[in-house]
Structures are given as structure tokens and as C-alpha cells.
């Protein structure tokens, strides 16, 4: 088998442990039903000096932005950053933040995964990343909580990538039990 259908594989058989939960919401305890997203964007990043708790002989920060589409966002453009280990044998994400932006609303969390080199250059990634949303704006800024995953791809070399994402959003119920939104 190609070795990126390998690699695609494997982070797809992580991610199977990730996605449920984030699709259907399983473990979390919640009178309110879930607001599922899911959508796909693309990116551009650079490496930018290390954040605190980076560190800075084994690891890179990076600040990424981009934009997309998705289910009660639309189009929506977002900010990112992560901290990625590079002195394991296949990169880790750690320390990973994020806010997706539409017209008058936003989400924002945090995640952290694994990533797996996909050519012997290591000049290309996989990965599967999840985390938790920890607040909103807007029509969400009654969000609780919930639960998000970004699978995607990056070029190294030319500094751009892409993303397919899902996740849960919970908010506070209103006393007639219905979701304030």
C-alpha cells in the first residue's frame, strides 16, 4: 500500500475514536440536544517564536489562518495556532487554540493530536486533532460547552493546509428547557 494511504489510514483509525464523540456527542450529559457542525476550510501558516509552554529546542509555534464553510456558521474565517513537537519520530500537537468567525458570531477552543509525515522529505502532513469548544459569540455565546476535531493536511514547504471539521455545540437551556441561542 502507498505510504500516504497508509499514513491516511492510520490517522483515520485514531480518528475513530474521536469523531464519534464529536458527531454524536457520547459521554457528555445533557438535557439539550447538540448543535452538530461540520464543514472544510484551507489555510496558510508561518512559524512564529515559541508560546509559553512551547518548548523551544524540540518544538515550533505556528499562527495559522484561513477560511471556510460550514453547517450555522456559513462562511466563516478562523484563527489557530499549536505548539508541534518535532523531536518525536512523528509530529505532536500540542497547546492548539482556535476561533471560527462568521458575520455577527464566533467559536473558540482549544485541541491537541498527533500528525504523521506523508513523503520521505517530511515535507507534508497528516492529522487528527481534537479539543473542546470553550466559548462563543453571538448566537453562541450561550455555548457551554462541546467537543470539536479538525482532520486535515499541510504543506510544510509552501506553508498552506486543510481541514474537514465536526463537532458538538452545547449551550445553556432557558428554564423551559429549550437551548438559548
Not at 472544510?40 to 515559541?50: G, H, L, Q
Not at 473542546?132 to 460547552?145: D, E, K, L
Amino acid at each position: 500500500m502507498h505510504p500516504y494511504v497508509t499514513a491516511i489510514a492510520r490517522s483515520l483509525r485514531s480518528a475513530s475514536l474521536i469523531l464519534p464523540a464529536c458527531i454524536l456527542g457520547w459521554g457528555f450529559a445533557s438535557a439539550a440536544e447538540p448543535l452538530v457542525i461540520h464543514g472544510s476550510d484551507t489555510f496558510t501558516f508561518e512559524i512564529v517564536p515559541n508560546r509559553p509552554g512551547c518548548p523551544a529546542a524540540t518544538s515550533v509555534s505556528t499562527s495559522d489562518s484561513g477560511s471556510g464553510q460550514s453547517t450555522h456558521l456559513g462562511r466563516y474565517t478562523f484563527i489557530a495556532g499549536e505548539c508541534i513537537n518535532l523531536s518525536t519520530p512523528e509530529p505532536e500537537v500540542t497547546l492548539g487554540f482556535f476561533t471560527l468567525t462568521a458575520a455577527d458570531d464566533s467559536i473558540s477552543g482549544n485541541y491537541s493530536g498527533n500528525a504523521q509525515y506523508t513523503d520521505a522529505t517530511k515535507t507534508s502532513v497528516i492529522y487528527a486533532v481534537s479539543g473542546f469548544i470553550t466559548g462563543g459569540t453571538g448566537r453562541f455565546q450561550a455555548v457551554t460547552t462541546g467537543t470539536f476535531a479538525f482532520l486535515g493536511g499541510a504543506n510544510l514547504a509552501t506553508g498552506t493546509g486543510f481541514d474537514t471539521i465536526a463537532g458538538n455545540i452545547y449551550t445553556a437551556t432557558d428554564s423551559s428547557g429549550g437551548q438559548n441561542r
